[in-house]
């Protein structure tokens, strides 16, 4: 259940990997279509959090063109529904997400992404 | 029996059979539901602002499930697969992630609006192999400074948790400080065994106005249902141990009512009532 809104929070932890680290690049995906709540107040909240270019980029690796480019000024309705879509009801539930700096690969299975780190990798 | 910190990791203490049988067991479920409750008011988040949330530790999603009935959105994070799977077949609707705590987080900078924590963090204090990585204060400092980072300024993480002694609760404290929290400890019921909880209430800035720590319920602020089991029977033991000695059983009413008995069952030789029925023989000597 990696929806775009964690991977959109979500930078590689292993060790010494502090730059470039952000945002993880999916790999094999498999993705599901679930519907969920629609809640504006949340989204305008959480708008300022966004790190629009990697969820625009993550969005479009996963098929999605709805957004655009840059962020909008004005915030409406139409614009909170297609934001809704891709931040809360497009989850990946296989493959991996790989770090573009140290190349760790985090495998995504049933939904789950393992974060677990090997001993020499913990900081 | 020991506790379960004591007798695994958690991984692999919460292994199949186990998380079905945490997860099925209506006392944990209520105790789960309580703590869960309590911590999120202790979170104190401005009502009616739809917030993120993560959830340490979030198991088979037993907190989860009130999270998402509060409205609110989160994230969890476990170390157990068998605990996660069935939280997969319980439908919660957070994100989950197969994360140990203490390998620290990697989210990004003021990701969240606030963090709770049921039952999980004494999972931290046990080393499990010699490499310096493993011991209890690194995975303590890690998972401190990367929860610390992950929160927005200000806000709060309430980690409810069980220690098993006073050196714990400061060794919790003093790295939680030192990775830039404010806060402290909050007992509720000190005074009982049962209902005793201690959480962990850790403040992120704050500004001016440095941030409260809020006070532990005390056993008279919630008279009833919401005490611990068998706390009345000792409360009435106790009150008779102050008074003294216990009330005679076999006053004269008692004898009274016994010869009264005996009569009405035709017994023969039973005394008569006189004003010296009952009393007690002056001492000779």
Known sequence: ?123 | MSRPELQAPPEIYYGDVEAKKYTNNSRVQQIQADMTYRALELLNLPPGDPALLLDIGCGSGLSGEILDEQGYTWVGVDVAPSMLEVALEREVEGDLFLQDIGQGFGFRPGSFDGAISISVIQWLLNAETSHPTSSPPHRLMRFFTTLHAALRNPSRAVLQFYPTSDDQVQLITSIAQKAGFGGGVVVDYPNSKKARKVYLCLFVGGGGGAQQVPKGLEDEAEEGEARAQFEKRRERLKKRQISGKRKNVKGKDWILRKKELYRQRGKDNVPNDSKYTGRKRKAVF
Not at chain 1, 28 to 52: G, K
Not at chain 1, 67 to 86: A, N, R, S, T, Y
Not at chain 1, 110 to 120: D, K, S
């Open chain 1, 1 to 123: 259940m990696v929806r775009l809104i964690t991977h959109n929070l979500l930078a590689c932890h292993v060790k010494g990997c502090t730059s470039n680290n952000f945002p993880l690049q999916f790999k094999d995906v498999q993705i599901e279509l679930r519907e969920a709540e629609f809640n504006p107040d949340f989204l305008r909240n959480f708008m300022p959090r966004i790190e629009w270019k990697a969820l625009v980029d993550a969005a479009r690796q996963l098929g999605d063109t709805s957004l655009p480019e840059e962020q909008p000024e004005m915030v409406d309705d139409e614009f909170l529904q297609k934001l809704h879509h891709v931040l809360l009801e497009v989850h990946v539930e296989e493959g991996a997400m790989v770090c573009p700096n140290c190349n760790h690969s985090y495998p995504i299975s049933n939904g789950i992404p393992n974060m677990l780190l090997a001993e020499h990798e913990i900081g």
